[in-house]
């Protein structure tokens, strides 16, 4: 006998493991958005979000890069009918899977960063844009090494209800580790970001096709039904 008599049975069945281990798979490449956190002319965020890109494209991924070039400040006058906004969105929605690479700046993701994560909804209408999709976090610091930016864009990226990865980049003392073309030097550095892509990729791989099955919550097919039911009701009523 159960001892779980707060549960609706109805609304938590048994864990479906045809739906968790079944299914074909996506035949289109893993597709993966990634967004920097600045925009000086020689950007180490950016350089170092360019090498994850290569190493994506290596591992077989699909690449979009979203320059925040223009993007303005939320609610500040404009919605999401602005050009770069709309542009965020649809790779937001295009998207598998996500990289986050910011500059630490006062101890923090810059404001840069935060806007873009910030005009990304958490909801659109019916759907959610960033459900289930995978991340990964990096940051590059100008001092010593720190773990500031990457720990925050954890929070937000839970917050979104992404399935954030357990490995994580950063690159202390950014302005050493690149040459002067902008690619970044072999070293210990690099291979992190090499183990977070790599990761990155399985962690898509494994969940891109059943993301919905995976996020599905008790609560929230509970709220739903009850919902259902007072509509049905309302209508029968009138």
Known sequence: MSDTPNIDDAMFPAIDRDRLFGGTAPAHPPRILILYGSLRTRSFSRLAAEEAGRILTRLGAEVRFFTPSGLPLVDDGVDS???????????????????????????????????????????????????????????????????????????????????????????????????????????????????????????TLLTRDRADYLVDRYSERKESAEALMKRVNLSVAT
């Not at 690479?101 to 006062?106: A, G, I």
């Not at 001092?143 to 994580?168: E, K």
């Open 81 to 203: 009918s602005h050009p770069k906004v709309r542009e965020l969105r649809e790779l937001v929605a295009w998207c598998e899977g996500m990289v986050w690479s910011s500059p630490e700046r006062h101890g923090a993701m810059t404001g840069l960063m935060k806007t873009q994560i910030d005009w990304i909804p958490l909801s659109d209408g019916a759907v959610r844009p960033t459900q289930g999709k995978t991340l990964a976090v990096m940051q590059v610091s100008g001092g010593s090494q720190s773990f500031n930016a990457v720990n925050q864009m954890r929070v937000l990226g839970r917050w979104m209800r992404m399935l954030t990865i357990p490995n994580q980049s950063s690159i202390p003392k950014a302005f050493q580790e690149f040459d002067e073309t902008g690619r970044m030097r072999p070293s210990p550095l690099y291979d992190r970001i090499v183990d977070v892509m790599e990761e990155l990729m399985k962690f």
